[in-house]
């Protein structure tokens, strides 16, 4: 029985920017429109078509929404790069017990040494000076501190600028947010607000649950907190497993969840809304605090940001951390947190911690999000980033081994690549690295040193002959740790 459609879809399917954008879209399918093919501007496609402006510009949205163009500024509508179907991670499968952090002995190894030269850097999730509006930002500042002098004499409130504030509960209201500027507390940095989370619903022992691989910041931070993780299998493109996670959480010993459900570091994952909501609600049912970091929210390659966790709360059991320190400009490290029924505690720990996150600083970014140009290079950016993931994946399949896994990432710049189970990261880190070129191996995101097979590949900069050649080296020393299997061996199996 056919599934019927309801009469708004008929309407969009009948509308004539639809039709026009199905017709592009076989054309791309069937290589009419190649791969990073240029397509005809609006207006002239409009006086070919003798149809209007906006049908055209229409139908152009349809297809970014799918994912089958993209536009690049001062220069038009592209046919986006469509990779071969990589083969994707399974769900992991980490161990079933909670075990105390200790990241020492596993980041030691990987710290690269100062006199170490690094050519290329795949290793650190931190995007390239060029990618930020680093001279908007200095006259904003500039601006603030000589229209307000007093701001570099003020401490600033512990709760953070009410402006800024503002903007951030503002913004909130096209996912869905439901809550206010009072309901803000602003931190350095999305790690302090993490810090402050923890500190609040937690005492050294206890049990957080976490996914699997995670990024090993949050280790870090568990790590010096005394408490155990414990690992819930997650899988590349869905997340982490909602029935893993309502198995581990029925006899009480876990606390809280630390997650990053949209464009996770390292998977890459996005939980789908159902999920989410699954999420949040079996949580509030057990009472155990959700721990959200949102970080790579705004990261998204095409169509719309998916919502947080935070969309579904109606109880204040989410506590909802993020920060402008990715997007915007790493050097001033503002965050924000939003906590619920914890918000008068975090306030209280902000209070202990730092005081306050400076004020001009704050001033500056209220300013930079007042005047829109923070939308503005919002999209520059996501543009900029999945032309640097689509260069990235292009040559990792091109040049890594055969039987390599890829989640090729909806959103965020940060790759997890499986490789055949015989090639050891830190030897590939140790050879590369004499080479000048820089990853995270999978170990550093397990505190049970699972995933030696994996590696991070960030992908940070404009994508250029440099890079490529990176990776295809990359590829090369991997095939040379693939060890042949004995000819007897190959018999008996």
Request: a positive charge; aromatic letters at 8%; glycine letters at 6%.
């Amino acid at each position: 029985m056919a599934t019927p459609v309801s009469p708004a879809s008929k309407r969009k399917f009948d509308t004539l920017y639809f039709q026009l954008a199905e017709e592009m879209a076989q054309a791309i399918a069937a290589g009419v429109l190649k791969t990073g093919e240029r397509l005809p501007s609006i207006r002239r496609l409009s006086a070919q078509r003798q149809i209007s402006l906006s049908t055209v510009m229409e139908a152009y949205r349809e297809l970014e929404a799918r994912g089958l163009i993209e536009a690049r500024p001062q220069s038009g509508f592209y046919v986006r790069t469509m990779h071969a179907a990589f083969s994707t991670p399974a769900l992991t499968q980490p161990p079933a017990e909670p075990r105390e952090v200790v990241t020492a002995p596993i980041l030691w190894p990987y710290q690269v040494n100062e006199s170490q030269s690094i050519r290329v850097d795949f290793g650190l999730a931190i995007l390239s000076p060029e990618l930020y509006p680093t001279q908007q930002l200095q006259r904003l500042l500039a601006q603030t501190t000589r229209y307000q002098p007093r701001t570099l004499a003020d401490y600033g409130k512990p709760a953070g600028d009410m402006e800024l504030r503002r903007h951030i509960a503002r913004r909130s209201l096209a996912w869905g947010g439901q809550f206010e500027a009072d309901d803000v507390l602003i931190t350095h940095g999305c790690l302090e607000a993490i810090n402050l989370c923890l500190r609040a619903v937690t005492e050294p022992g206890d049990v957080v649950a976490i996914e699997s691989p995670a990024y090993f910041g949050l280790l870090q931070i568990l790590e010096s907190f005394k408490l155990k993780a414990l690992e819930i299998p997650t899988h590349p493109q869905t997340g982490i497993s909602i029935e893993a996670l309502e198995l581990a959480t029925r006899d009480g010993r876990v606390k809280a969840c630390l997650l990053i459900p949209n464009f996770s570091n390292p998977l890459g994952s996005v939980m789908p809304d159902d999920n989410k909501k699954r999420l949040v609600e079996m949580l509030s049912s057990r009472n155990i605090p959700l721990i959200e970091d949102d970080l790579y929210g705004e990261f998204f390659h095409h169509g719309s940001r998916p919502r947080p966790a935070k969309a579904f709360d109606r109880d204040g059991n989410v506590m909802l951390c993020s920060s402008f320190t990715k997007a915007l400009a790493p050097g001033m490290r503002v965050g924000w947190v939003v906590a619920g029924r914890w918000r008068r505690e975090l306030e209280k720990l902000k209070f202990i911690n730092t005081y306050s996150t400076p004020l001009a600083l704050q001033q500056t970014i209220a300013r930079f999000l007042e005047n829109g140009g923070y939308d503005h290079h919002l999209r520059r950016l996501r543009r900029a980033v999945a032309e640097q993931v689509d260069g990235a994946v292009s040559a990792i399949r091109r040049y890594f081994p055969k039987d390599t896994r890829l989640n090729v990432p909806q959103g965020g710049y940060v790759l997890w690549v499986e490789l055949p189970e015989c090639v050891d990261t830190r030897e590939l880190l140790r050879l590369s690295l004499a080479e000048g070129i820089n990853f995270a191996p999978g170990e550093l995101f397990s505190p049970s040193r699972s995933y030696r097979n994996c590696l991070r590949i960030c992908c940070v900069e404009p994508w250029t002959t440099r890079h490529e050649r990176a990776i295809q080296r990359l590829g090369e020393l991997c095939q040379g740790l693939i060890r042949p299997v004995p000819a007897s061996v190959a018999l008996v199996q």
